[in-house]
């Protein structure tokens, strides 16, 4: 394929119109009219860059809360859709994700399905997910791995509500025809392990001898922000602090080193007290949380002061640089396994001029 056949566009004259209604009849059309458009020199997005306040956010969650109680919803959520993709329930191109609530005394009733799902929480003071017969008690900033087709449930015991936001990989699932669900026959699932197993078993350098990983997706539940944060902590005491992320991690599945849900990347980073980080990018659109602090944000065209909880989408291939005011860490999840697994991903860091 040619550059000028990817730039070339002929207008479509009365004969050729006629010719392609003829085409329409057979379910056909003609390439060269779309060709363009299909296949571009660089990405071009339709989402845009965005930001969800949680000063904005939770009045309307807490709202949501007196209008349905969780276990009638199934799951009470607030999704966050992206404005350039209005209606698609999508944040980005390839990922969901919500704002859920469950209020003191609630549950949510146990369910599985086929898209994997992450929990970033928020506020927690003694709320918990149950994945697969294990209990996790959720603390903010902990990030918590549904696995595909296990069995879930939420509930909170506490006496404040409890929050976090949900990333699942829904509409590559949707796209590939591959969803499923079911509900559990109890609205709580039987406990088989002591809260936090997983984490004690396979999250210390170390698995029970004989292991043999079950599935595709991370054996370890959660990844407790307390751990997280200790090592941003630590490596920026150590060094060297990176131009465009200031200290970042990539969370991982033990057992492979590779990503804790297939189709989903998940990073923390810590850009430290005046940190002014050089503009970068990457093919993946990536959904960032802030977890402490306050700073801002450029994204193309788009400036974004934040604070913590405020969560924000970062398209496709648009310059993207942080600042930081304090002390600053952000969450991040994106479809980077996805793009890398299929030879696709690309990033430049930083932007050549
Ligand atoms: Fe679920």
Known sequence: ???????????????????????????????????????????????VPTIWKYEDMRPLLMESGGLITASEAERRVLMLENPGIPGTSQITQSLYAGLQLVLPGEAAPTHHHAPSALRFVIESNGGFTAVDGEKTTMHPGDFIVTPSWTYHD???????????????????VNFLDAGFAEHHPQDTQPLTRPNGDSYIRYGANMFPVDYVPERHSTPVFSYPYARSREVLHQ????????????????????????????????????????????PHRFTDATIFCAVEGSG???????????????????????????????????????????QQMLGLWREETPLRA
């Open 154 to 172: 939420h509930g909170n015991p506490g006496d404040a509500p409890v929050t976090w936001m949900d990333v699942l990989d829904i509409p590559l």
């Open 1 to 47: 394929m040619s550059v000028s056949a990817l730039d070339a566009k002929p207008a479509p004259s009365p004969v050729r119109q006629e010719f392609y209604r003829r085409l329409r009849q057979q379910n056909a059309a003609p390439l060269w009219e779309v060709l363009s458009a299909l296949v571009t020199p660089v990405p071009k997005p339709r989402c």
């Open 296 to 338: 801002r944000t450029q994204i193309g065209d788009s400036s974004f002061t934040w604070k913590q909880h405020d969560i924000f989408t970062a398209p496709s291939w648009m310059p993207v640089s942080h600042h930081a005011d304090g002390d600053a860490v952000l969450f991040s999840a994106s479809d980077r396994p996805l």
């Open 235 to 278: 490596l920026y005491k150590n060094g060297p602090l990176h131009a465009c992320h200031g200290i970042k991690m990539r969370f991982i599945n033990p057992a492979t080193g590779g990503p804790p849900i297939p189709a989903i990347g998940t990073f923390i980073q810590l850009l430290p007290q005046g940190f002014r980080g050089a």
